[in-house]
T-cell receptor, first 123, second 106 residues
Framework: EVQLVESGGGLVQPGRSLRLSCVAS????????MHWVRQRPGKGLEWVSG??????????ADSVKGRFTISRDNAKNSVYLEMNSLRGEDMAFYYC????????FGSGWIDSWGQGNLVIVSS | IQMTQSPSSLAASVGDRVTITCRAS??????LNWYQHEPGKAPKLLIY???SLQNGVPSRFSGSGSGADYTLTISSLQPEDFATYYC?????????FGQGTKLEIK
């Protein structure tokens, strides 16, 4: 069974940075693309970023482009989201999610999700 | 690609047949997936690439559509089905979601 466990969330001031981590188990991690999806308070799901199996393809939502950076370490079965210049509208539950395929543009789908990690942006 | 779901909320009874629609701003070439989300839980994949049922998902869930228009149907609502449902296109990044349909008990 695939397990995805996020960490690194918490309270951060506007303009500061935070790094989310996600560790995967029960899966051959380096075979699959990975994503970050968020849910702001009272809102729906929003795709944030994705990375292909070999980090060769990266994608970002317009709302985070230039501020967030996704990366992965296949040796550690981990994917990361570096979030800089945080804003109030970035406050959300952030979910780590696994793709069904390795390529980011290979038209797979998200088939597994973590439980989510809360990021609070407030002074 | 903008994804528009309807309705935004729906009140129904156990045993009802329910249909949720999702319209994309352009064709997503059947790369349309459906998720169920309950508060405090991880979202759950129900249907992928329009009509393929994820392993372990009850057969009362089904999907159809093509081009830019898709539907999720629950043939006979069960108590555990009251949740929020999202469509999601995985054709072209950014991989957008619909705004969600909250299914409530009538």
């Amino acid at each position: 069974e695939v397990q995805l466990v996020e960490s690194g969330g918490g309270l951060v001031q506007p303009g500061r940075s935070l790094r989310l981590s996600c560790v995967a188990s029960g899966v051959t991690f380096h075979h699959y693309a990975m994503h970050w999806v968020r849910q702001r308070p009272g809102k729906g799901l929003e795709w944030v970023s994705g990375i292909s199996w070999n980090s060769g393809s990266l994608g970002y939502a317009d709302s985070v482009k230039g501020r967030f950076t996704i990366s992965r370490d296949n040796a550690k079965n981990s994917v990361y989201l570096e979030m800089n210049s945080l804003r109030g509208e970035d406050m959300a539950f952030y979910y780590c999610a696994k793709d069904s395929q390795g390529g980011l543009f290979g038209s797979g789908w998200i088939d597994s999700w973590g439980q989510g990690n809360l990021v609070i942006v407030s002074s | 690609i903008q994804m528009t779901q309807s309705p935004s909320s729906l009140a129904a009874s156990v045993g009802d047949r329910v249909t949720i629609t999702c319209r994309a701003s352009q064709s997503v070439y059947s790369y349309l997936n459906w998720y169920q989300h309950e508060p405090g839980k991880a979202p759950k994949l129900l249907i992928y690439t329009t009509s393929s049922l994820q392993n372990g998902v009850p057969s009362r869930f089904s999907g159809s559509g093509s081009g830019a228009d898709y539907t999720l149907t629950i043939s006979s609502l069960q108590p555990e089905d009251f949740a929020t449902y999202y469509c999601h296109q995985s054709y072209d990044p950014p991989f957008s979601f619909g705004q969600g349909t909250k299914l409530e008990i009538k």
